[in-house]
């Protein structure tokens, strides 16, 4: 079992920056692949970015590319998502989610029943 808890959420205007922050506790973290997927009002979650298990590799949608940056501390069992450039179509509920596996290889882990646990997500609205 893990457990994920994601902070660092809030309102900031377009163009503007904000980091947010997974935690995790249980099994060992670093035996994890984590994800960061969103959920705006009425659609459905979608995939936002991946990242390896060691911090080596790394996969965006095309939506962020060159907007956000994924990193892992896998000494603090934290990754984070570093959001830059925000527009108000980035608003959405914002999901870390970790995928039991020690492949490098995270190209294509962008579906959601490729995860095994969610955290309860944390709010992004970013104005016009």
């Known amino acids: 079992q893990v457990q994920l808890v994601e902070s660092g959420g809030g309102l900031v205007q377009a163009g503007g920056s904000l980091r947010l922050s997974c935690a995790a506790s249980?099994?060992?973290?670093?035996?994890?692949?984590m994800g960061w997927f969103r959920q705006a009002p009425g659609k459905e979650r979608d995939f936002v970015a991946v990242i390896s298990w060691s911090g080596s590799n790394t996969y965006y949608a095309d939506s962020v590319k060159g907007r956000f940056t994924m990193s892992r501390d896998n000494d603090k069992d934290t990754v984070y998502l570093q959001m830059n450039s925000l527009k108000p179509e980035d608003t959405a509920v914002y999901y870390c989610?970790?995928?039991?596996?020690?492949?490098?290889?995270?190209?294509?882990?962008?579906?959601?029943?490729?995860?095994?646990?969610w955290g309860p997500g944390t709010q992004v609205t970013v104005s016009s």
């Open positions: 989610a970790a995928a039991l596996s020690k492949s490098s290889v995270v190209f294509g882990r962008s579906s959601r029943a490729q995860y095994d646990y």
């Open positions: 249980g099994r060992r973290f670093s035996d994890y692949a």
